[in-house]
Every structure is written in C-alpha cells, then in structure tokens.
C-alpha cells in the first residue's frame, strides 16, 4: 500500500506562487518503476493532467497549459514531490491531486495511476 499525502495550497492572487507538497508513504512505492504525477479538478470539469516525473530518471512532462510556469522537481531522500507554481492564473483554480503509479507508460492519462492523494485546493483570486 502506498499513501500520499498533498499540503501547501491556498489562496493567491493572479500572478502569484504557491509550492504544492506530496509527500509518498509506503514500502512498495518502486524508485526504479513509479512515476509521481499532480492532477487538477475544479468544479464542473473534469480531472486534468497538470505534471509528472519519472522517479528513476526525473524525466518531466507538462500539460501545454503551465509550461514555463510549474516546476516538478522530487526529493529522493525525503521521498517527496514539489509542484511550483509561478505567475498564477484564475484557471488554474482546482483541486490539486498527487498520484503513483508502477510502470506507467503515458504520464497524463489517470488511469495508469494507482494510489492518489486527498487533493489540495488552490484558489487565484483576480
């Protein structure tokens, strides 16, 4: 079993920054096979791929829409992965998700995806 456990949203203004945190739990999350991944959702729409890295390689994907603005980054010790979010918009106002999965094959599709986390909200006021 593998938890995950998301801190750090709130509430920022347009063009601000947050730094999202999940935090892995579990003796069976794989550094040589899961991929960590950060999903939004606001309301009335559906669960979107933000972010991912590959644990391994720290090989990074993004969804179009916050390239140059969010970082992922990992920390192999701690075993945590980050989420920066710089120059914050009002559509990115979501439920923010972190998940693992072992093996995945194509990062911005949430089912290849095993373990989520309870979710953050962040909130851009304008």
């Known amino acids: 079993q593998i938890q995950l456990v998301e801190s750090g949203g709130g509430l920022v203004q347009v063009g601000g920054s947050l730094r999202l945190n999940c935090e892995v739990f579990g003796r069976t999350f794989n550094r040589y096979r899961n991929t960590v991944g950060w999903f939004r959702q606001a309301p009335g729409k559906e669960r979107e791929f933000v972010a991912s890295?590959?644990?391994?390689?720290?090989?990074?994907a993004y969804v179009d829409s916050v390239k140059g603005r969010f970082t992922i980054s990992r920390d192999n010790a701690k075993l945590t992965v980050d989420l920066q979010m710089n120059s914050l918009k009002p559509e990115d106002t979501a439920t923010y998700f972190c998940?693992?999965?072992?093996?995945?094959?194509?990062?911005?599709?949430?089912?290849?995806?095993?373990?989520w986390g309870q979710g953050t909200q962040v909130t851009v006021s304008s």
């Open positions: 998940a693992t999965g072992r093996n995945v094959i194509s990062p911005p599709i949430s089912l290849e995806y095993d373990y």
């Open positions: 890295i590959r644990w391994e390689r720290g090989e990074t």
